[in-house]
């Protein structure tokens, strides 16, 4: 336990929430995230625009921003520690602590699970309270629904940095396209070479004219979404300001699974059965 930590016989009298804004302003900030920051001691801010920031300093006197810890070059995760240790701090002395993210605070963020995950080890109450992801945005605008052929998630350089296998029988969804490839974690983005890399490594899985979605999500409500449809091969020149996701559609259909189909049948048989097949149109 870091030194500065109360002892076990100690009062712990702080607490953190980690809650998400939403994606777009204003819009996606649920009740109890908005009671959270009103209620707090001090509120600790990551946000996508400092439009959204000076927001949310409307809603509490002490709003500490934590966008000036990044650097150019410097580790990102270094930076992600720090956050950690200046949240933390506050809870050590006894205060209420309200982190806000961007978007939901538990997706593609390291720091709200950790501090949450060092809090709780010492025996302060911890929590998170989810928010309107980039993810539900992407569903909403381009209609669709992950339960019907299903949605594999990955960060992008993932299929740069190891073999990952993907279904192209569903919607794949790559995400941090603004840093793929990178491995020093000191890049705020990539040059366009490293998406190229990208595009040969998924003409393995996909033809190079399939078309393919580069999307992003509006974060002020007098914007709309960025929705771009190309082939495959065009995706390391399409127009990029680095927040974009790329979603690739089904590129084959989905193959019944002819043995599991007859023991079903089997045991229909004997359970009965009043259900429609479970099978995407």
Known sequence: ????????????SGSITCVGMGITLGSHLTPLARNCIETADVVFAALSDYVVEL?????????R???????????????YREWVELMIAEVRAGRRVCAVFYGHPGIFAWSPHKVIELARAEGYPAYMEPGVSAEDCLYADLGIDPGRIGCQHLEASQLLFF????????H??????????DRSLGRFRTPDAYRELLVERLCADYPADHEVIVYRAPTLPIEGPHIQRMPLREFAAAEFTGQETLV????????????????????????GTGAEPAVAA
Do not use: C, F
Not at 65 to 79: F, N
Not at 172 to 181: A, D, F, K
């Open 163 to 170: 073999e990952r296998t993907l279904d192209t029988t569903g």
């Open 1 to 12: 336990m870091n030194a500065s930590a109360p002892s076990s016989s100690e009062t712990r």
């Open 248 to 271: 690739l559609p089904p590129a084959h259909a989905l193959k019944p699974n002819v043995a599991m189909r007859a023991r079903l049948d089997a045991l229909d048989a004997v359970y």
């Open 55 to 63: 927001w949310l300093r409307r809603l509490h006197p002490d709003v």
């Open 172 to 181: 794949v969804i790559l995400w941090q396209l603004g840093v793929v490839g």
């Open 65 to 79: 921003s934590l966008q000036p810890y990044y650097r150019p070059g410097k580790s990102r995760m270094k930076t």
